[in-house]
């Protein structure tokens, strides 16, 4: 579906105010109920009009002033999610555009809770299974970088646990509103400013050094410093930036330590406080290369299922690799440990190749 949305005579049409139970969507979903909204969009659980499973539609807020911006950021939306098949990644099934001109995404509707209520209701969790969740996200985020695509707001809201027959759910990356396209993916290859709102691209809590300093600019590390802060969050129920104030959490994010897990938990092994602090590294090139080396890390402290996972991992990344030379060989976990620091915290991009 690809034409504006025309009226019907199935229902109401949404109103300037968002949408209500019985609103008609593109004369094709009639909305059932409400879900969540966020600061660019509201999500509703909808039927097909011809009848069928629910879906979750997600339609850009009314605004007023020029919405051009938030369409754009919406349509890549669409198109990033497209770019991906992944069980670790929410399914696109449709789009289009309301008569009001305000686009929407059709997605599967996921049963389950968001990592954000687990670690609500339940953290700090115990280290296999916080492992396990991550080791999952990684295995999305993998999906993702392997596409040319870093994600940039990573955090507990946007991992999903899917209910599922097995031992453990089954997570999903969702919400690609802001993820920056790279490599042959980026089919808007100027990356202009989008507005006024998109001075800061990111959640605060999980954002890295150098998405606080220049969010346009960063790589596929500052997901993995945000997979770090989620890590913790998981294990300790706190964040690793434990500050009062956005000011106070960029300037600790920007000069201090993150406070040790072991402080915290005790019980933890050395290794896994070690793999934390290598993903919140203040220099990009001084993290984890990849999601592959940060999952092989973090594997043996995770379910029995992690070994296997680590290697999907790993050739997912080394077939992205193989597909630009020039991006130098993979590098395991010892290496990464093991790296020399240079002195300078600026670090030049030719003396540290990464994936993207």
Known sequence: ??????????????????????????????????????????VVAAR??????????????????????????????????????????????????????????????????GVEELIRRRAPLPIEEAVGLVLQACEGVAEVHARGIVHRDLKPSNLYCCATDEDEPLVKVLDFGIAKLTLSLDLDSAETSLTKSDSLLGSPQYMSPEQIRAAREVDGRTDIWALGVILFKLLTGKLAFDARTVGEHFAMVLSDEPTALRSLRPEAPAALERIIVHCLKKTPSHRFRDVASLASALCPMGPPSGHARAERIQRLIDGARASVPSLGGARTWDDDLTMQEPDSEEVPMAEAPTLF
Do not use: C, N
């Open 48 to 113: 097909p009009a011809a009848g069928g499973e629910l879906v979750a539609i997600k339609v850009m807020l009314p605004r007023d002033g020029d919405d051009a911006g938030l369409i754009k950021r919406f349509l890549r939306e669409a198109r990033t999610i497209a770019a991906i098949d992944s069980p670790h990644v929410a399914r696109l099934i449709d789009s289009g555009t309301l008569e009001d001109g305000r686009p929407f995404l059709v997605l599967e509707l996921l049963e389950g809770e």
């Open 1 to 42: 579906m690809q034409q504006p949305a025309t009226p019907s005579d199935s229902g109401p049409t949404p109103s300037s105010k968002g949408l209500a139970p019985g609103d008609s969507i593109a004369d094709d979903y009639v909305v059932e109920h409400a879900i969540g909204s966020g600061g660019m969009g509201e």
